[in-house]
């Protein structure tokens, strides 16, 4: 499928080809919710932790005798129906982690990109430079219409430029190394430099062959 390449300025700078094999696939909702909750899951620290009777701090001693009081019998303060006693079941460290395949992953991220390219909000820059100045592409970003929007780069970022996106709401900035599902979906637009093309075709390389031998 053609794509038309624009700048910042809104200046037409002609059309790239991006890949039916990348970008012309029939999104499947089911991969994608396996692999934004993979990455969910990830980034979780795990570090989740409540003391057991064996771990909080009170004294072993019987609370009372055991015949008499007319009361329970009970033993000692550390278990979990006393105020100060331990949790039972409570959590303990542990990773979140769930386990995808690398190729399974990569075929998530082409239906993502899919995805976008089916609804029309993907827009292909020829370059993602700036003079460092936020209100300066604050204003260009608004007369592109662009409230909410993920802009990959190629291998390296232009450093005025992110540096003056990161203080723009809504607005991600990532190298092509950083491209992942979740940042695709949760942003409105995704905005893909020339270099970034490039470099999903590069790494998408084998699939397109495939697809180009099976025609």
Do not use: C
Not at 30 to 45: E, F, G, P, T, Y
Not at 78 to 94: D, E, L, N, T
Not at 148 to 170: E, T, V
Request: glycine share 8%; proline share 3%; no cysteine.
């Amino acid at each position: 499928m053609k794509a038309t390449v624009t700048t910042l300025e809104a200046k037409s700078k002609g059309e790239i080809e991006l890949a039916d094999a990348i970008f012309g696939l029939e999104p499947r909702s089911d991969i994608l919710h396996r692999m934004v909750r993979w990455q969910q899951l990830k980034r979780m620290a795990g570090t989740h932790h409540a003391q057991d009777r064996s771990e909080v701090s009170v004294t072993g001693k019987k609370m009372y005798k055991q015949k008499g009081t007319g009361g329970a019998r009970h033993g000692d303060k550390s278990v979990p129906q006393w105020r100060g006693g331990g949790k039972a079941f409570g959590p303990k460290p542990r990773s979140h982690a769930i386990d995808l395949t690398k190729k399974f992953r990569a075929l998530a991220l082409r239906h993502a990109l899919s995805a976008k390219a089916k609804a029309g909000e993907i827009v292909v820059i020829d370059t993602a430079s700036s003079d460092g100045k936020t209100g300066a592409l604050k204003k260009q970003f608004a007369s592109l219409g662009w409230r909410s929007a993920l802009i990959i780069d190629g291998a390296s970022l232009d450093d005025a430029f992110a540096r003056a996106a990161r203080n723009i709401p809504h607005i991600d900035v990532l190298p092509i190394a950083g491209i992942n599902v979740y940042d695709i979906l949760r942003r409105e637009k995704l905005v893909l430099t020339r270099a970034a093309v490039e470099a999903l075709d590069v790494r998408f390389a084998d699939v397109t062959a495939k697809a180009a031998e099976a025609k």
